[in-house]
């Protein structure tokens, strides 16, 4: 099983000093297991007299961790941290060994392997606690980094959530403000159909600021604000507008982002009838696969677009928003096609679901 930070996370919630006292219960437990086996034990204080080792091991671990570390190592000072640390392991040699000497001269011979002040026993010794303090140093950096990274993970998932709600509110204006261009023109010819527009404007507006603010929504009901505002634009050009839009697949039980297919529909009637007075025919279709969400829209080309896509076009903030939510949302697992073919444009969009 691979090593992660969010696997680490898993075990950072319990409080951190019971982890301390976790390892220290272990390393006590090794050092019991290495005791009885390599001399006879005489009498049950020696369990009592090896623990009276432990805090000064303990006084050695933190000293190095806490202070010396962060206070003299980070800030470069190698010389000042390197004979600092050499001058504790050595009064925590000799610690040690006039402790081993104590014990052995209280008659248990379970010390008395380093019980004189010799070079040979200060090498022991002090190979001892630098394993000690090697072994302390390498999971402290260890849980350094790995806390580093869940930051910047985190500072990275915030910065695009941030993005992200960003540019959805791009799309509301730049929607809302096409939306009010239709009411505004039926109004100025006082059509009958303006209340109707009013009653799907406001429940394009309702699914804008309430249904459409957590990360996913339901398919069904982002095909049906799709569904309203091609209700709006089939009441702005009336007879003289054929639109197609085919569901194929089922798409119950199925989560999207809100508002991303909104945006190549837009385009879809602001390129396809742009200069155009006679009728037009746009095509959309929806296909819902095994693993995978196709979406397609086909609209004529205006005049004068043969070498550019909708999305070079000066206003086209939409396409461009949209191309940014797909990067985030689906970095390297999305497909968007925009070609032309003949006299049409042809958007191609394929998701993952």
């Known amino acids: 099983m691979a090593f992660s930070p969010q696997r680490y996370a898993q075990f950072t919630r319990l409080p951190g000093w019971l982890y301390h006292a976790l390892f220290w219960a272990v390393y006590f437990g090794a050092a019991t297991v290495v005791a009885l086996s390599n001399r006879p034990i005489h009498h049950w204080t020696f369990y009592l007299q090896l623990l009276t080792l432990l805090p000064p091991d303990m006084l050695q671990v933190y000293l190095n961790i806490y202070i010396l570390i962060p206070r003299l190592l980070f800030r470069r000072r190698y010389f000042l941290y390197f004979s600092t640390l050499l001058i504790s392991v050595f009064l925590h040699s000799a610690l040690f060994i006039w402790l081993h000497r104590y014990y052995t001269q209280h008659g248990e011979t379970g010390f008395n392997y380093v ?139 199925l989560q999207i982002p809100p508002l991303l297919l909104i945006t190549f529909v837009e385009n879809s009637f602001k390129h396809g009838l742009k200069d155009k007075m006679g009728p037009v025919r746009i095509d959309i279709c929806l296909q819902v696969e095994k693993e995978a969400l196709l979406f397609e829209v086909s609209n004529p080309a205006a005049p004068g677009e043969e070498q550019h896509p909708p999305d070079h076009e000066p206003e086209g903030i939409g396409l461009k928003n949209v191309r940014r939510r797909l990067d985030i949302l689906y970095e390297g697992r999305y497909d968007l096609q925009l070609k032309r073919t003949d006299d049409l444009f042809v958007i191609k969009l394929k998701i993952p679901l």
């Open 115 to 253: 019980k004189d002040l010799t070079l040979g026993n200060f090498l022991i010794q002090g190979l001892n606690i630098f394993s000690l303090i090697g072994l302390t140093t390498g999971i402290k950096f260890l849980k350094d980094w790995i806390r580093q990274e869940r930051r910047w993970q985190e500072k990275e998932r915030q910065h695009i959530q941030t993005e992200l709600s960003f540019l959805r509110s791009q799309i509301h204006p730049h929607f809302l403000f096409n939306t009010l261009n239709n009411l505004y023109s039926l109004t100025v010819r006082k059509s009958d159909q303006a209340p109707e527009v009013v009653l799907k404007l406001s429940e394009l507006m309702s699914y804008m600021l309430y249904g459409s603010g957590s990360p996913t929504v339901p398919l069904d009901k982002e095909i049906a604000n799709l569904e309203n505002y091609i209700a709006l634009e089939k009441l702005r050009f009336g007879r003289r507008l054929t639109l197609c839009f085919e569901k194929k697949g089922d798409t119950s039980f």
